[in-house]
């Protein structure tokens, strides 16, 4: 009741807006929740954790797409936020825009080169669009980073037999 006070007493204040839209999602009214973030980035354009949340609920409702784009617009405001990029990476990847995932998880790793599921994440990346020697390299740095990445040991696995084989078939043809 509190934001919705702050908001009746003042409808241009953004921070309720977002603090309401914090509570109804958490409260599981994902619709309501885009409401109010929406309004936070109406009333002020640059407030990076409402378009942050704002895709969060996107997402939930199923709005992969709009949630695509506030997320993008959040990275342009707070550009160093490697998490952010290795996310929409995921979401750019499982749509099939497989360069795009790249530029993400390359930018989440120039911000912080120590993620290993970045890593691991880039490598099945990049083995997807035949760039096996690359993807190789990335999984043997997901592992050093993290042994435990059980995902990193079997692309790792995958990806040297495929290069291999492609290895193979480039000598048979010779």
Known sequence: ???????????????????????????????????????????????GQAYRHLG???????????????????????PEDAAMHNQVGDMMMRSGRLNDAIDYYEAALRIEPDLAETHNNLGVTLARVGRLEEAVAHFKKAMQLDPELV????????????????????????
């Open 1 to 47: 009741a509190g934001y919705r006070e702050a908001i009746r007493l003042r409808p241009e204040y953004a921070g309720a807006h977002h603090n309401l839209g914090v509570v109804l999602e958490r409260l599981d009214k994902p619709d309501e929740a885009i409401a109010h973030y929406r309004i936070a980035v109406e009333l002020e354009p640059s407030y």
């Open 56 to 78: 969060d609920a996107l997402v939930k409702a199923g709005s992969h797409g709009k949630a695509l784009e506030a997320y993008e617009t959040y990275l342009l405001l707070e």
């Open 151 to 174: 995902g990193a040991q079997r692309n790792l696995a995958m990806a040297m037999e495929m290069l291999r084989d492609s290895q193979q078939k480039s000598l048979g043809n010779e």
